[in-house]
């Protein structure tokens, strides 16, 4: 209530604005009360009797509107009561940003009528009854309400059972009578009809049930718990999440007896703080699956390390473990961090199918931004949109997930997983994996030279690299994946993430296939290509590719695609240390073992000559270049006259990038601009509008296009520049 509207106040207000003459003592008189009685009206220590008041208004001549505002700020204050079910909280830790929420949102200074109610919205276990309790205490302490009444809004039987403790409480004529819907009315009518009050309404997880328990018109303040975080127009949600880590340490020490105040926390060695770090950590901030641990560690004397361990090995069982004094007395938390984490699970399953799958497939994501993209690579979400939506909405309602709207994300917590993944046999576990991992494969674009498909590799990296620990799922999945995931970190400068996933690569693929097998091969050219980069290692990836030239070379019938793979790289190497007679005899080698394979106008052969072309025009052997050239030209016009390839293939105009500068040496200069057109169109085709190199290349293609008068098609290049800068699409 705002000060301004407490009766005291407006006692007070009335006697000076009569003026100075007007003081406490001459009111008393006039009134005809003692002075001390007055005094203690404007205290705030008492209130005026019905015959008083009227005397208040004649003598101050009050006008309708006035005499009703003092008759209400007398009748309605709340008598200065509370039932609050446990007392302050001695380890309550941080949450100072929650608190200011809900003094904000619960509008405390205002007396607006029928204020809308405010819910604390969480996980089960994540301390939203803490959070109010502590809020409850300290507005007690501070008179900012004069009553505070809690409710178990659980269920129908809790809240009328709160109720009939109510109307005790307040003293009302309906504390004797049997009929729960008189009791209720009762209470409703001294809630509507009194001010200054705040109604806690504890585990109000059915908002619907709730919400019919709320008195009409009032002047107070209500404030609901629940998992929900679907609230509607019932409330306005504060959401609360984990601890964050500082504030985790704190309580976890102070809980454990480890520290027994804050002046202790100083003294706590190193050792024990790293190792209390880590169950902060391995625990998720959750708040009660802390206390828990805390109250495990101060009973039995065990060790922040000893409690990790047992939580490893034994975790739903170490979960399910409560303090000795918890056991003995009533607590304030009934249920343990496992049994309020299933119990949620169980009722959001038991509402919807669909939260089921949902949950395990989130088990195994990485706890924080799994991008909503990525259920939709998955056949059970696809088949059913609004089934996939209301499963949802279920573990919203649970707070079993968290959804990021703008970041288009969800979230889950580590414990939540833990306890889906533990409802599961072995076998199950593995398949959802294998379907975690499908779709996560599926969902990432095969081109990731394309820097428009790099958000989503970004979106859902930290997934993937989950994904490639797993040791019991599809081994050419996770081959896929480690290859991918490291040549798009490789495209991203990322090089030192990208090593080790390629060294991963070998590993796996060696284990799984043995060290002669041709996939092992192709990972030690993956690998040996990713040295030729770093300076100082093309040693290495040369005895690399060696060994895996030797491995296919033994291997009858093998890939002669993968051979001629191998060979180009140790050209390419020979070539960049200058030993150009070698890098030119493997490449002459490649293109004979692919005619060999596959004939001498087979496309792989046209590709593999253009690269010859190309090792010849840098070295400005243009007469070498030419016939090379024009016998590629030849081959792909054949294919594509066939129907084999696409004229559109990109890969078939980058290789033939080489024409342009040959057909410059061949005073063809026109036609060498056709040429380099083509090549550009087909690294956009590669890369994407916009990509730097795309770019660039436009830039450079423009004056020459100019030259030739080809005005139109320089304009179009501008046109395209100027769309990707402002960051429109590129017409075409």
């Not at 480690?482 to 796996?508: H, I, K, M, N, Q």
């Not at 002669?560 to 030993?579: C, D, F, N, T």
């Not at 890969?651 to 500068?661: A, F, N, R, T």
Request: hydrophobic letters at 40%; one cysteine or more.
């Amino acid at each position: 209530m705002p000060e301004e509207n407490k009766f005291e106040n407006i006692l007070k207000s009335l006697r000076v604005r009569k003026g100075k003459a007007w003081t406490q003592a001459k009111v008393a008189s006039e009134l005809g009360v003692s002075r001390r009685l007055y005094v203690g009206w404007e205290n705030g220590d008492s209130l005026p009797s019905q015959h008083d008041l009227k005397n208040i208004a004649a003598l101050f001549g009050l006008s309708g509107e006035d005499e009703d505002a003092l008759y209400r700020a007398a009748a309605q204050v709340s008598p200065r009561i509370h039932n609050l079910p446990f007392p302050p909280n001695p380890f309550f830790t941080g949450r100072e940003k929650p608190l200011e929420q809900l003094s904000t949102l619960l509008n405390e200074g205002s007396n607006v009528a029928i204020s809308q109610p405010v819910s604390v919205s969480g996980l089960g276990g994540i301390g939203k009854t803490q959070l109010a309790l502590e809020y409850a205490h300290r507005c007690y302490r501070e008179k900012i309400y004069r009553a505070v009444l809690w409710v178990d809004a659980a269920e129908r039987r809790t809240i009328e059972a709160s109720y009939f403790a109510l109307a005790h409480l307040l003293d009302l004529p309906e504390q004797q009578v049997s009929e729960p819907e008189r009791v209720v009315l009762a209470v409703k009518h001294w809630l509507e009809t009194h001010t200054n009050w705040l109604l806690i309404m504890d585990n109000a997880d059915d908002l619907a049930l709730a919400r019919s328990f709320f008195p009409v018109a009032h002047h107070g303040r209500i404030l609901l718990t629940t998992r929900s975080q679907i609230v509607g127009k019932i409330a306005r949600r504060v959401d609360i999440d984990s601890l964050t880590p500082a504030e985790g340490l704190r309580f976890l020490l102070l809980r454990s007896g480890v520290a027994h105040d804050d002046t202790w926390l100083a003294t706590v060695s190193e050792e024990d703080r790293e190792a209390a770090r880590q169950l902060v950590e391995l625990l998720g901030g959750h708040p009660l699956a802390l206390d828990q641990a805390g109250a495990y560690i101060e009973d039995t004397g065990a060790s922040f390390a000893e409690y990790i361990r047992l939580f490893q090995e034994q975790r739903h069982l170490i979960l399910s473990k409560r303090g000795s004094l918890e056991k003995e007395q009533s607590s304030e938390h009934p249920e343990s961090a496992a049994t309020a984490i299933v119990m949620s699970v169980k009722k959001a399953n038991k509402r919807h199918p669909m939260a089921a799958a949902i949950l395990i497939f989130c088990a195994f994501l990485q706890p924080d931004a799994i991008p909503e993209e990525l259920f939709q690579f998955h056949l059970a979400f696809q088949e059913d949109t609004i089934a996939f939506h209301e499963g949802i909405s279920t573990l919203l309602r649970y707070s079993l997930i968290r959804h990021n709207r703008v970041e288009k994300t969800y979230a889950i917590h580590r414990l939540v997983q833990a306890e889906v993944a533990g409802m599961f046999p072995p076998e199950d576990q593995k398949r959802w994996r294998y379907w975690v991992m499908w779709a996560i494969g599926t969902a990432l674009p095969r081109n990731m030279n394309n820097f428009k498909h790099w958000r989503m590799y970004e979106r859902l990296l930290p997934h993937a690299l989950l994904c490639v620990t797993w040791e019991d799922v599809d081994i050419r999945g996770i081959h896929d994946l480690l290859w991918r995931l490291a040549l798009y970190l490789d495209t991203r400068g990322r090089s030192t993430e990208a090593e080790p996933l390629l060294a991963r690569t070998l590993a796996v693929t060696e284990q799984h296939y043995g060290p002669d097998h041709p996939e092992t091969a192709g990972a030690l050219k993956n690998l040996a290509d990713f040295y030729f980069k770093r300076r100082g290692r093309e040693e290495e990836g040369k005895r690399m590719l060696e060994r895996a030239l030797a491995i296919l070379e033994k291997n009858p019938g093998n890939d002669p695609l993968a051979v001629s793979r191998i060979l180009s790289s140790l050209s390419q190497l020979h070539e960049e240390h200058g030993e150009y007679e070698e890098a030119e005899r493997l490449k002459l080698r490649v293109i004979a073992e692919m005619e060999q394979h596959w004939g001498a106008d087979h496309p792989d052969v046209a590709k593999s000559l253009g690269a010859l072309a190309t090792f010849y025009v840098e070295r400005g052997q243009y007469e070498q270049a030419a016939p090379v050239f024009l016998r590629a030209e030849k081959i792909f016009e054949q294919q594509i006259a066939l129907g084999k390839i696409d004229a559109q293939d990109p890969y078939i105009h980058l290789s033939m990038g080489v024409g342009s500068i040959l057909l410059h040496f061949m005073g063809r200069d026109e036609e060498a601009e056709d040429y380099f057109v083509q090549m550009l169109r087909a690294k956009e085709r590669l890369l994407g509008p916009e990509h730097p190199e795309v770019i660039e290349a436009k830039r450079s293609a423009i004056s020459s296009l100019r030259y030739f008068g080809r005005h139109a098609e320089a304009e179009a290049f501008e046109a395209e520049i100027r769309a990707v800068e402002a960051g429109e699409e590129p017409s075409k």
